[in-house]
């Protein structure tokens, strides 16, 4: 089984920065993503990374404010978030899979954490 079992979240003020943990992550050749999700959008995709390589995505709004990393020993992926808006506000979670088509859909991962809350107020 996989379980991932994300955290870091919290509440900030526009401007501040988050780091996300997403633990039990880690299997060979497989990706893990951020996604986000609100009661008034989609799921929508964050940031990738791919385990072995490390080779990185992220939504082409991100404007370099998000950077994804793994630690290998700890098996975990992090998702520092900087320069946080309040359009930033979501339930974020943490999705592991092959992946083999769009990394950017989440119908393409399959096992999911439970979300970790990001606000940030104006």
């Known amino acids: 089984q996989v379980r991932l079992v994300e955290s870091g979240g919290g509440l900030v003020h526009a401007g501040a920065s988050l780091r996300l943990s997403c633990v039990g992550a880690g299997r060979t050749n497989w990706i893990v993503a951020w996604f986000r999700h609100t009661p008034t959008t989609e799921r929508e995709f964050v940031a990738a990374i791919t385990w072995n390589l490390g080779t990185t995505r992220y939504v082409d709004s991100n404007e370099g404010r998000f950077t994804i990393s793994r630690d290998t020993a700890k098996k975990t992926v992090y998702l520092q978030m900087n320069g946080l808006k309040p359009e930033d506000t979501a339930d974020y979670y943490c999705?592991?899979?092959?992946?083999?088509?769009?990394?950017?859909?989440?119908?393409?991962?399959?096992?999911w954490g439970q979300g970790t809350r990001v606000t940030v107020s104006s």
């Open positions: 999705a592991t899979g092959e992946a083999v088509g769009d990394r950017t859909r989440p119908d393409n991962y399959v096992f």
